[in-house]
């Protein structure tokens, strides 16, 4: 088994480095780097790269990084990780989405060598990490002020991708068409499987969703033969959904939550009512569709138009299953912090 070469470092077969690649100087001459915490094994296999942060505020999937770099052990490993806590490092200081100029680094792929800041960073992420990956688990969390259930989106035209999301073992799995400039479109262009892991709010820890996505992230290591060992947790069995939409309100006021998060709804259903703050008629919101709560603002005022709940749709059929696989899900990882191993 030979050394892993990533940019100007080796990192040797059963054994873990730190690499820091330079991305940018800030104002005062301060070089900033991309920080990527490497394990390699011991046995030939998949190069699987996990990312997160690419929203700066997103920073459940850091702590589902931090764990599983300190969790794999590469003597133990077939195949290389290369784990990327914090892609956006710019936002993640400023506990922002974007970058410092206001863009969204996850519409700069594949980015370019003489763009501005956002399309640099993309560029060294895309041709030293992403082009060296065979598999890509890519982790975000809801907007600020907007939680999501544990859920996993993948383009499902590609088959080794839906096999990791499945793996992965969350609730739903949406199939999401690639954005442009996303890193999703990115791998798309370039065949690499990947799977997005949506789960919680920006700037909060929910530990149900960290917990559930190292425990995601091992079994998709698993599934790869990376690791050894049964999947962990009672296996859910996933719903599948083709789409999904957002409920918005129809008037201004108060919100006052009747469904939350996880929630299966059935079309028709009242789910939140809108409350003049002085009193007066509340008006309802009714789900349009039957499925499953997969977002949810935590505003508790609203203006007419605006986005209240995220609902992933499927057969009404399929209700019973679902409300009972969120169940066994919210068993397997109350929402609560662990004591650290390390
Ligand atoms: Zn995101």
Redesign the pocket.
């Given at each position: 088994m030979r050394a892993f070469q990533l940019h100007e470092s080796k990192v040797a077969p059963g054994s873990r480095e730190s690499i820091y690649l330079p991305a940018a100087r800030l104002y005062n001459d301060a070089p900033m780097d991309l920080h990527v915490e490497v394990l390699h094994g011991v046995k030939r296999g998949p190069i699987v790269l996990v990312c997160a942060a690419?929203?700066g505020d997103?920073l459940n999937g850091i702590e589902i990084c931090r764990r599983v770099a300190n969790q794999v052990d590469p003597t133990r490993l077939s195949g290389t990780l290369m784990i990327v806590p914090v892609v956006n490092m710019f936002g993640f200081i400023q506990q922002s989405?974007y970058l410092p100029d206001r863009r969204d680094l996850?519409r700069c792929f594949p980015g370019s060598e003489r763009g501005a800041l956002g399309s640099r960073l993309a560029y060294l992420f895309n041709t030293v990490l992403v082009q060296r990956a065979t598999h890509i688990i890519d982790l975000?969390?809801?907007?600020i002020h907007r939680s999501n259930l544990p859920q996993i989106r993948v383009n499902m035209d590609n088959e080794v991708a839906c096999e990791m999301a499945e793996a992965f073992n969350c609730p739903v799995i949406m199939n999401v068409k690639d954005r442009d400039g996303s890193l999703r479109s990115l791998a798309a262009e370039l065949n690499i499987p990947l799977i997005l892991y949506?789960a919680g709010e920006?700037l909060r820890f929910d530990y149900t969703a960290i917990e559930a996505g190292v425990n995601g992230v091992t079994n998709v290591l698993k599934m790869l033969k990376m690791l050894k060992g049964r999947r962990t947790r009672k296996k859910v069995k996933p719903v599948w959904a083709q789409r999904s939409l957002w409920v918005r309100s129809d008037s201004d006021g108060l919100v006052i939550k009747l469904a939350e998060l996880g929630q299966t709804v059935t079309r028709g259903q009242v789910i939140a009512q809108i409350a003049p703050p002085h009193g007066g008629h509340s008006s309802d919101v009714k789900a349009s569709v039957t499925g499953i709560v997969i977002g949810a603002s935590n505003i508790p005022v609203t203006n007419e138009g605006e986005a209240l709940f995220h609902i992933a749709c499927f057969d009404s059929n399929e209700a019973p299953l679902a409300t009972e696989m969120v169940d066994t899900f919210v068993e397997a990882y109350p929402n609560q912090a662990v004591p650290l191993h390390d």
């Open positions: 690419i929203h997103e989405r996850n975000h969390t809801g907007a949506e920006a």
